[in-house]
Every structure is written in structure tokens, then in C-alpha cells.
């Protein structure tokens, strides 16, 4: 049973550096072809993807807030962690983490682009 | 602004059916990029509801359905019931800019 719980600060203020921890359980981040991903909501607004890191460290980053996110893994722990610098009001938002979906093969291609298991999210307001 | 575009709301009487479209482009769907559906119940966490266009995860009903034809895809939901009333994200890869995952808009479904 696959499951996941993001944690971190419920408020912080402007300029200042966000760390939210997902830990998870269920899976292994070592094992080939596993991700784990990070989705924000606004409120009220749709969702959008922030980053994510795979088994082999390889990592992907929203290209138009690169600039202001790290994420990392320990893998001994089951924790991924986000950095986002520079936070602004409107980062203020629902973080999810979530597991990437198993790799699947139609029409002559596999693909893994999805996520099938979602944390409960954890809502970090940005305000002075 | 959503790389996928999704209509804001789409309404229906119980029992009957409604479809929710997802556009894209020559860099997501069109590319051969498969398109997924996530269900969020208010207060909830997203829910995988179809991957791969057309497939259902095990405990989904078959009221479900999707399908996808070139630049864009499409949720179908048959036999409207109380509880379907939620929003409905659509989510693609995007291979521009060294490659995103990107979601629509997002479309509340009213149930009437």
C-alpha cells in the first residue's frame, strides 16, 4: 500500500525559503523507473506541476520556476524534499507530493508520465 | 494560463452523460504524449481516474471512460451520479523546454 504525507511550515513569509519534506511509504525510490513529484494548487486554481526526481537522482524542474527549486532524496529515510526560494503571496498554496504510475505499453509505446498515489497536501500560506 | 485547455464547467441531470475535452498541441497530445484524468472531490487530494487515454485503475467504474485523438482528449462520464460532482484535471508530458508535465485548466462538474 503506497503512501505518501507532505510536511513543512504552514506559513512563511515573503523572500523567504520554503523546505517541505515528503515521506512516503509502499515503494522504493531505488527501485528503476520510480519517481516522486511535486503538484501545487492555489485556491481555488488548478494545479500545477513543480518538480519531480527519479531512482537515479535524475531530476526535472518546471521550466518557469527552475530557478527557484531544489529537490532532493534520501532514500535510506523514504523522504524527498523540496526547496523553493524566494517565496512570494503568490506561492501561496496546496503542495502535494506524488508517486509516479507504473510504466504501461500501447500502440507501440510505453509511458510513465502519470501519478497514481497523491499525499493529502499541506497548504503553506505566504504573508507577513 | 494551462498548457492544456479544459472548459470551466460542464453540468448534467443524474443518469445522464457528459464529456470534458482537453486540448493541446504539437509539443504535448500531439506528439504521441498519452493524456490522464485526475478527479478531486472538494476538500480532497487529486484522484488518478484514467491513465493512458483509456485505462481505468482498478475500483474506477466503467462510467468512466476516456478516449484521445490527435491534439486532444476527452473524459466521458455516463450514468451521472451525486457524488461525480467534482473538478477534473487533465494531465499530458510536454516535450518543449526540456520537458514538463503539464495539467489543464480544470473543469467543475455540477451535477444537477
Known amino acids: 500500500q503506497i503512501t505518501l504525507k507532505e510536511s513543512g511550515p504552514t506559513l512563511v513569509k515573503p523572500t523567504q525559503t520554503l523546505t517541505l519534506t515528503c515521506s512516503f511509504s509502499?515503494?522504493?525510490?531505488?527501485?528503476?523507473?520510480?519517481?516522486v513529484g511535486w503538484i501545487r494548487q492555489p485556491p481555488g486554481k488548478a494545479l500545477e506541476w513543480l518538480a519531480l526526481?527519479?531512482?537515479?537522482?535524475?531530476?526535472r524542474y518546471s521550466p518557469s520556476l527552475k530557478s527557484r527549486l531544489t529537490i532532493t532524496k534520501d532514500t535510506s529515510k523514504n523522504q524527498v524534499v523540496l526547496i523553493m526560494t524566494n517565496m512570494d503571496p503568490v506561492d501561496t498554496a496546496t503542495y502535494y507530493c506524488?508517486?509516479?504510475?507504473?510504466?504501461?505499453?500501447?500502440?507501440?509505446?510505453?509511458?510513465?508520465?502519470?501519478?497514481?498515489?497523491w499525499g493529502q497536501g499541506t497548504l503553506v500560506t505566504v504573508s507577513s | 494560463q494551462s498548457v492544456l485547455t479544459q472548459p470551466p464547467s460542464v453540468s448534467g441531470a443524474p443518469g445522464q452523460k457528459v464529456t470534458i475535452s482537453c486540448t493541446g498541441s504539437?509539443?504535448?497530445?500531439?506528439?504521441?504524449?498519452?493524456v490522464h484524468w485526475y478527479q478531486q472531490l472538494p476538500g480532497s487530494a487529486p484522484k488518478l481516474l484514467i491513465y493512458?487515454?483509456?485505462i481505468r485503475p482498478s475500483g474506477v467504474p466503467d462510467r468512466f471512460s476516456g478516449s484521445k485523438s490527435g491534439t486532444s482528449a476527452s473524459l466521458a462520464i455516463t450514468g451521472l451520479q451525486g457524488e461525480d460532482e467534482a473538478d477534473y484535471y487533465c494531465?499530458?508530458?510536454?516535450?518543449?523546454?526540456?520537458?514538463?508535465?503539464?495539467f489543464g485548466g480544470g473543469t467543475k462538474l455540477t451535477v444537477l
Open positions: 506524488a508517486h509516479s504510475g507504473p510504466v504501461y505499453c500501447s500502440g507501440g509505446s510505453c509511458q510513465m508520465y502519470y501519478f497514481d498515489y
Open positions: 509502499g515503494f522504493s525510490l531505488s527501485s528503476s523507473g520510480v519517481y
Open positions: 526526481i527519479y531512482w537515479n537522482d535524475d531530476k
Open positions: 504539437s509539443s504535448n497530445i500531439g506528439a504521441g504524449y498519452d
Open positions: 493512458g487515454n483509456s
Open positions: 494531465q499530458s508530458y510536454d516535450s518543449s523546454l526540456g520537458g514538463s508535465w503539464v
